[in-house]
């Protein structure tokens, strides 16, 4: 009798949770596109940004190139760091504890933290000032610590009977890294990068000490410009331009949605082959 009890009290807690959960992103996700949708005009996406019609399109731009810069840095170094750690480090290496409890750590501080980061080593110390290549750098710092464990835990999740058969058909380790091990690991090694894709797009404290908050679009990586979550910041702690910002908080949540949509559309794709 009791453990039937139990067991219907465990069920309601769940579809309690589920429930509150899923009430909780309908309501959010509705109220942004109700209130965006609404404000949206041909003005936000002009090519040059004006105070009267508030262009988005600028950081828009600004948003794509910081997240190339950022990614084109830490997919590699973060891909290859794991396939150090699974493939060639011993097990029993304390130097590999470290680094996977640093990665963990480092996963869990605030984004203002690596932004500061960022504009003492780079924007102060390296003197890039406030820049396109300083706010890449200050986040492919910030995402590849969650590329490296996203990729690691799925070379980790790869059979070792892969491997095994790769090395009965007389290839090398590294031929078995890059034809066998990798290319079954794609789709975890992805779920890291949207993952990070993800948090670069919403990213703001970081890039204000590093990016800067120019409203044209940067001209080179050597330039400032503010991303599209940052250029949300602006206008609405400004307080004069509250429907434009509906309208920005709109685009950014279907780009967003957009994005990952398409990419777990290719994940799947590619994990039928």
Not at 135 to 143: K, P, V
Not at 183 to 198: E, K, Q, R, T
């Amino acid at each position: 009798m009791k453990i039937k009890k139990m067991t219907l009290a465990l069920r309601c807690a769940v579809y309690t949770s589920a429930a509150i959960t899923i009430c909780s992103i309908v309501f959010v996700s509705a109220y942004i596109l109700f209130m965006g949708l609404a404000n949206i005009s041909p003005g936000l996406f002009d090519l040059n940004y004006t105070s009267d019609n508030v262009s988005l399109f600028p950081a828009l731009i600004n948003t794509i190139i910081v997240i190339i810069t950022a990614l084109s840095i830490s997919i590699p170094i973060g891909i290859f760091s794991a396939a150090y750690l699974t493939e060639y480090a011993l097990k029993s290496n304390k130097f590999v504890k470290v680094i996977r409890i640093a990665a963990e750590t480092l996963t869990g501080i605030p984004s203002i933290v690596y932004g500061l980061f960022g504009m003492l080593l780079f924007v102060i110390h390296l003197k890039m000032g406030y820049s396109i290549i300083a706010g890449g750098l200050t986040l492919a710092i910030m995402t590849l610590p969650v590329i490296m464990r996203t990729a690691e835990e799925a070379l980790i999740a790869v059979p070792d009977l892969y491997r095994e058969g790769s090395f009965g058909l007389g290839a090398g380790k590294l031929r078995t890294m890059f034809q066998i091990i990798l290319p079954s690991a794609f789709n975890g090694i992805f779920a890291g990068v949207i993952l990070s894709l993800g948090r670069i797009f919403g990213e703001t404290a970081a890039l204000i000490f590093t990016a800067g908050t120019a409203v044209n679009v940067a001209q080179s990586i050597n330039s400032s410009g503010r991303t599209l979550a940052v250029h949300l910041y602006c206008i609405s702690s400004e307080g004069f331009h509250t429907k434009e910002a509906f309208a920005t908080s709109a685009v950014l949540f279907i780009i967003v949605v957009f994005i990952n949509s398409f990419s777990y559309y290719i994940a799947g794709k590619i994990g039928k082959r």
